[in-house]
């Protein structure tokens, strides 16, 4: 009688004409271990730099669109729109400069800017220049707004300057200003958190990043 014959798969013996499992050793299961141990290992550095890479990048997501969303109401709108910059992040809103009263409306109907204040002051602590501005104005229709992690800090620099702002310090809030025609004030922002940092500097016509430098610690 011819033998019978049985084919098997690996982790398995057959005794008897019967499968069994066969169990992996102790010592299959710490060489396992241990590679995996490795990997992880040689993983971690490259796995926490990109998440600090992501947190220090989110704030300058977060500006770029908001700046983009000031520029397209300021135009359809024919209205002068800001984002303002303090020491927890930073929001736009219609800007505290731009007086929709009937006394200040044009011929047309239009509202004008009031003409209140320096340059400078539509810049920096534009609510400091406009005494008539209140608390609840200054709150009010706030578009979006942004909460920077914890530990990190914020720092302006604007055309012609070759000072860094810091919101919060000595020049209270801090505003970037988008006129109706689009067009917004020249601007690097500088977002950092201990060693590492992240500048960018926008372009006045579209708000766009034409430039951007940064670091990251490991």
């Known amino acids: 009688m011819p033998e019978l014959g049985y084919s098997h798969s690996r982790g398995h013996e057959c005794q008897g004409g019967r499968f069994t499992n066969r169990a992996f050793t102790l010592l299959e299961i710490i ?15 490259f796995v926490s730099g990109l998440l600090r890479e992501n947190q220090m990048r989110t704030p300058v997501r977060e500006l770029q669109d908001l700046a983009k ?10 209205t002068a729109y800001e984002i303002t910059f303090n020491r927890e992040g930073f929001f736009g809103r219609k800007h505290l400069l731009y007086r929709e009263d009937e006394d200040d409306q044009s011929a047309d109907g239009s509202p004008t800017p009031n003409t209140t204040g320096t340059d400078e002051a539509a810049q920096v602590s534009g609510t400091a220049a406009d005494p008539a501005a209140t608390p609840d ?3 009010s229709e706030i578009v979006a707004e942004f909460k920077m992690p914890e530990e990190m800090t914020c720092q302006i620099q604007f055309w012609g300057s070759n000072q860094w ?23 690097r922002v500088q977002f950092r958190k201990g060693d590492s940092w992240i500048e960018v500097a926008f372009n006045p016509l579209t708000a ?9 610690a490991n």
């Not at 766009?208 to 990251?216: G, H, P, T, V």
């Open 208 to 216: 766009d990043i034409q430039e951007e430098r940064y670091f990251f």
């Open 31 to 45: 060489i396992v271990l241990s590679i995996a141990a490795v990997l992880i290992a040689l993983s971690a550095p």
């Open 165 to 187: 702002v810091e919101p919060g310090g000595d020049f209270g809030t801090t505003q970037w200003v988008f006129q109706s025609s689009g067009l917004c004030n020249p601007i």
């Open 137 to 139: 104005e200054e709150k």
């Open 69 to 78: 969303i000031m520029r397209s109401r300021s135009m359809a709108e024919n």
